[in-house]
Protein backbone atom coordinates (compact mmCIF):
# COMPACT_ATOMS: atom_id res chain seq x y z
CA UNK A 1 0.00 0.00 0.00
CA UNK A 2 1.23 3.75 -1.09
CA UNK A 3 1.39 6.20 1.38
CA UNK A 4 0.44 9.55 0.05
CA UNK A 5 0.56 13.32 0.78
CA UNK A 6 -2.69 14.90 1.42
CA UNK A 7 -4.79 15.96 -0.59
CA UNK A 8 -5.54 13.54 -3.44
CA UNK A 9 -8.83 13.22 -4.65
CA UNK A 10 -10.88 9.76 -4.59
CA UNK A 11 -12.82 9.82 -8.17
CA UNK A 12 -14.80 7.10 -10.23
CA UNK A 13 -15.11 6.04 -13.87
CA UNK A 14 -18.56 7.21 -14.50
CA UNK A 15 -20.65 4.21 -16.22
CA UNK A 16 -22.84 5.48 -18.70
CA UNK A 17 -25.96 6.00 -16.07
CA UNK A 18 -23.42 8.41 -13.91
CA UNK A 19 -22.71 11.72 -14.03
CA UNK A 20 -18.75 12.08 -15.69
CA UNK A 21 -16.06 13.35 -13.39
CA UNK A 22 -13.52 13.50 -15.97
CA UNK A 23 -13.28 17.13 -16.24
CA UNK A 24 -12.24 17.04 -12.60
CA UNK A 25 -9.10 15.57 -13.68
CA UNK A 26 -8.48 18.25 -16.19
CA UNK A 27 -9.40 21.20 -14.09
CA UNK A 28 -6.92 20.36 -11.12
CA UNK A 29 -4.33 18.95 -13.32
CA UNK A 30 -1.81 19.77 -10.03
CA UNK A 31 -3.85 17.28 -7.78
CA UNK A 32 -3.52 13.91 -7.66
CA UNK A 33 -6.05 11.35 -8.27
CA UNK A 34 -7.25 7.73 -6.74
CA UNK A 35 -10.07 5.82 -8.44
CA UNK A 36 -11.44 2.61 -6.88
CA UNK A 37 -11.81 -0.91 -7.41
CA UNK A 38 -13.72 -3.80 -5.80
CA UNK A 39 -11.90 -6.08 -3.01
CA UNK A 40 -12.80 -9.88 -2.52
CA UNK A 41 -14.25 -8.15 0.87
CA UNK A 42 -17.33 -6.81 -1.28
CA UNK A 43 -15.20 -2.91 -0.45
CA UNK A 44 -13.32 -0.89 -2.45
CA UNK A 45 -9.34 0.12 -2.20
CA UNK A 46 -8.42 3.78 -4.03
CA UNK A 47 -5.34 2.86 -6.62
CA UNK A 48 -3.42 6.42 -6.97
CA UNK A 49 -2.91 7.99 -10.45
CA UNK A 50 -3.48 4.47 -12.24
CA UNK A 51 -1.79 4.07 -15.70
CA UNK A 52 -3.16 0.73 -16.60
CA UNK A 53 -7.37 -0.13 -16.31
CA UNK A 54 -9.23 -3.47 -16.63
CA UNK A 55 -12.85 -3.82 -16.69
CA UNK A 56 -14.14 -6.17 -13.58
CA UNK A 57 -17.27 -8.47 -14.07
CA UNK A 58 -19.84 -5.64 -13.22
CA UNK A 59 -18.95 -3.81 -16.29
CA UNK A 60 -16.62 -1.33 -14.31
CA UNK A 61 -13.44 0.25 -15.22
CA UNK A 62 -10.97 -0.60 -12.68
CA UNK A 63 -7.41 0.68 -12.13
CA UNK A 64 -4.52 -1.56 -11.73
CA UNK A 65 -2.07 -0.85 -9.67
CA UNK A 66 -0.72 -0.18 -5.35
CA UNK A 67 -3.42 0.96 -3.40
CA UNK A 68 -3.07 4.35 -1.21
CA UNK A 69 -4.26 4.68 2.02
CA UNK A 70 -8.06 5.95 2.06
CA UNK A 71 -7.54 8.64 5.14
CA UNK A 72 -4.72 9.77 3.03
CA UNK A 73 -7.37 11.18 0.47
CA UNK A 74 -9.08 14.56 1.31
CA UNK A 75 -11.67 14.02 -0.67
CA UNK A 76 -14.07 11.30 -2.28
CA UNK A 77 -16.49 11.78 -5.12
CA UNK A 78 -19.11 9.12 -4.52
CA UNK A 79 -21.99 8.35 -7.39
CA UNK A 80 -25.35 7.13 -6.34
CA UNK A 81 -28.26 6.07 -8.00
CA UNK A 82 -30.33 8.52 -5.50
CA UNK A 83 -29.54 11.39 -2.74
CA UNK A 84 -32.17 13.19 -0.26
CA UNK A 85 -31.67 15.99 1.61
CA UNK A 86 -29.88 14.67 4.41
CA UNK A 87 -27.17 13.02 2.97
CA UNK A 88 -28.07 9.92 2.48
CA UNK A 89 -27.59 8.07 -0.76
CA UNK A 90 -28.88 5.14 -2.87
CA UNK A 91 -26.12 2.86 -4.56
CA UNK A 92 -26.38 0.24 -6.93
CA UNK A 93 -27.39 -2.30 -3.90
CA UNK A 94 -23.77 -4.01 -3.22
CA UNK A 95 -22.67 -1.24 -0.48
CA UNK A 96 -19.05 -1.42 -1.56
CA UNK A 97 -19.06 2.16 -0.74
CA UNK A 98 -20.56 1.97 2.48
CA UNK A 99 -17.87 -0.76 3.27
CA UNK A 100 -15.56 1.37 2.03
CA UNK A 101 -15.43 5.13 3.72
CA UNK A 102 -16.42 3.71 7.19
CA UNK A 103 -13.94 5.30 9.03
CA UNK A 104 -13.01 7.62 6.29
CA UNK A 105 -11.81 10.84 8.02
CA UNK A 106 -11.74 13.17 4.97
CA UNK A 107 -14.84 14.91 2.88
CA UNK A 108 -17.15 12.88 0.94
CA UNK A 109 -19.41 14.76 -1.87
CA UNK A 110 -21.86 12.46 -3.64
CA UNK A 111 -22.22 13.64 -7.45
CA UNK A 112 -25.20 13.42 -9.61
CA UNK A 113 -27.71 14.89 -11.48
CA UNK A 114 -30.60 17.19 -9.93
CA UNK A 115 -33.29 14.52 -10.87
CA UNK A 116 -31.54 12.22 -8.52
CA UNK A 117 -32.36 14.12 -5.34
CA UNK A 118 -35.15 13.61 -3.43
CA UNK A 119 -37.18 15.74 -1.33
CA UNK A 120 -38.77 12.57 0.80
CA UNK A 121 -36.05 10.72 3.13
CA UNK A 122 -34.00 7.44 1.47
CA UNK A 123 -35.03 4.62 3.46
CA UNK A 124 -31.76 3.86 5.54
CA UNK A 125 -30.07 1.35 7.21
CA UNK A 126 -27.24 0.99 10.25
CA UNK A 127 -24.51 0.82 7.74
CA UNK A 128 -25.23 4.08 6.17
CA UNK A 129 -23.18 7.01 6.53
CA UNK A 130 -24.34 10.74 5.23
CA UNK A 131 -22.56 12.46 3.03
CA UNK A 132 -20.60 16.03 3.55
CA UNK A 133 -22.02 17.22 0.42
CA UNK A 134 -24.46 16.60 -2.62
CA UNK A 135 -23.19 18.19 -5.66
CA UNK A 136 -25.76 18.33 -9.06
CA UNK A 137 -25.67 19.81 -12.26
CA UNK A 138 -27.98 22.59 -10.65
CA UNK A 139 -27.49 22.22 -6.83
CA UNK A 140 -24.80 22.28 -3.87
CA UNK A 141 -25.91 20.80 -0.76
CA UNK A 142 -23.69 21.26 2.25
CA UNK A 143 -24.71 18.84 4.69
CA UNK A 144 -21.73 19.97 6.84
CA UNK A 145 -23.42 22.95 7.37
CA UNK A 146 -26.88 21.93 7.96
CA UNK A 147 -26.16 19.30 10.86
CA UNK A 148 -23.60 21.96 12.54
CA UNK A 149 -26.56 24.34 12.38
CA UNK A 150 -29.03 21.39 13.92
Known amino acids: MLRKTQGAIGLYKAMPEEFDVS ?3 ERLADREFAYPRM ?7 FV ?4 EWTTHLYGVDEPLG ?3 NLND ?16 RLGMGKGFYDRALKGFS ?12 QREPLPVNDWDLPLN ?5 QLVLNLV ?4 AS
Open 39 to 45: TAEQSLE
Open 106 to 117: GMTIGIGFNQQV
Open 23 to 25: SVV
Open 145 to 148: DMKT
Open 48 to 51: LNPS
Open 133 to 137: FIVTD
Open 66 to 68: PTV
Open 73 to 88: LAVILVPGVAFDHRGF
